[in-house]
């Protein structure tokens, strides 16, 4: 059974930051990219970051270059996401997702499976 399992989400003040882990298992790890978003009250889901398991690529949604790392320990099947100067903006459910076809990709409808969710809340 494919899981993927969100953690590291919390409150934290404007300017703080966030290490979010996406521990993800029953599937081969490195045959897929894993991706990030987040999803606001009232707002559509957006992509955020991803990273391709097999050679590292990684992209990033403009919004959040420089500020946001996402980086993988294919060693411990884990994908982080590091989240430093957070803005109330950034307040958002984050969800990972996995793409099976090992696309690097922000949209929602490439991922194949997906995560419940970590909260993540940026007080001004």
């Known amino acids: 059974e494919v899981q993927l399992v969100e953690s590291g989400g919390g409150l934290v003040q404007a300017g703080g930051s966030l290490r979010l882990s996406c521990a993800a298992s029953g599937f081969t790890f490195d045959d897929y990219a894993i991706g990030w978003f987040r999803q606001a009250p009232g707002k559509e889901r957006e992509g955020v970051s991803c990273?391709?398991?097999?050679?590292?690529?990684?992209y990033y949604a403009d919004s959040m270059k420089g500020r946001f790392t996402i980086s993988s320990d294919n060693a411990k099947n884990t994908v982080y996401l590091q989240m430093n100067s957070l803005k109330p903006e950034d307040t958002a459910v984050y969800y990972c997702a996995a793409d099976a076809y090992d696309y690097c990709s922000l949209y929602t409808d490439e991922y194949d499976y997906w995560g419940q969710g970590t909260q993540v809340t940026v007080s001004s």
């Open positions: 990273i391709r398991s097999s050679g590292g690529s990684t």
